[in-house]
């Protein structure tokens, strides 16, 4: 059974650094794209960040790009965002997702709250 | 980028209903398209992946179709549990975007 489970929201202050974490399993990680999606509070779906298999390439979102880096671990089978200059307006729930082209599965989510 | 729009924003459907909700691309996307469901409360699901095709385990009451700019999902006889919303997005290419949503209730 494929699973996805994201760690390390919580509360930060604007500016501040947050690395979240997705443990896969289920699946052979090393094969997978794979894809950070968030919701802000209220709101709908936004695609954050996505990484190769083999992590030599990378993607974000404008918004993201020079604060944000999407890593992974493969021998750990392990996703990463770290997440640095922190805005009030990355308020959201992040998702880890596999991107099969298409996001076939989803991590239950992690919330992440920037606030003074 | 490739801007994705859908409509109506929120629809009222009785159960048994047939219901048809619209997504349309800024530009011609092919049949690079997918469909998802979030109930409240929980992640998102993949429906339908390349503009038409099932996702495993979805009922066969929906039904994807379209290509180019202009796609649509549609629920034949709506359940009780199909109360949602529903996000299409751009997929294979980057950025991978999504749609506003159209939030589906039922009366």
């Known amino acids: 059974e494929v699973q996805l489970v994201e760690s390390g929201g919580g509360l930060v202050q604007p500016g501040r650094s947050l690395k979240l974490s997705c443990a896969a399993s289920?699946?052979?990680?090393?094969?997978?794209?794979m894809a950070w999606v968030r919701q802000a509070p209220t709101k709908g779906l936004e695609w954050v960040a996505s990484i190769t298999n083999s992590g030599g390439s990378t993607y974000y979102r404008d918004s993201v790009k020079g604060r944000f880096t999407i890593s992974r671990d493969n021998a750990k089978s392990t996703l990463y965002l770290q997440m640095d200059s922190l805005r009030s307006e990355d308020t959201a729930t992040y998702y880890c997702?596999?991107?099969?082209?298409?996001?076939?599965?989803w991590g239950q989510g992690v919330m992440v709250t920037v606030s003074s | 980028n490739i801007v994705m729009t859908q409509s109506p924003k929120s629809m009222s459907i009785s159960v048994g209903d047939r219901v048809t909700m619209n997504c349309k691309a800024s530009q011609n996307v092919g049949n690079n398209i997918a469909w998802y469901q979030q109930k409240p409360g929980q992640s998102p699901k993949l429906l339908i992946y390349y503009a038409s095709n099932r996702y495993t385990g979805v009922p066969d009451r929906f039904t994807g179709g379209g290509y180019g700019t202009d796609f649509t999902l549609t629920i034949n006889s709506v359940q009780a549990e199909d109360a949602a919303f529903y996000y299409c997005?751009?997929?294979?290419?980057?950025?991978?975007?999504f749609g506003g949503g159209t939030k589906l209730e039922l009366k």
């Open positions: 289920g699946f052979t990680f090393s094969n997978y794209y």
């Open positions: 997702t596999r991107d099969n082209n298409y996001f076939d599965y």
């Open positions: 997005q751009r997929i294979y290419n980057s950025p991978p975007t």
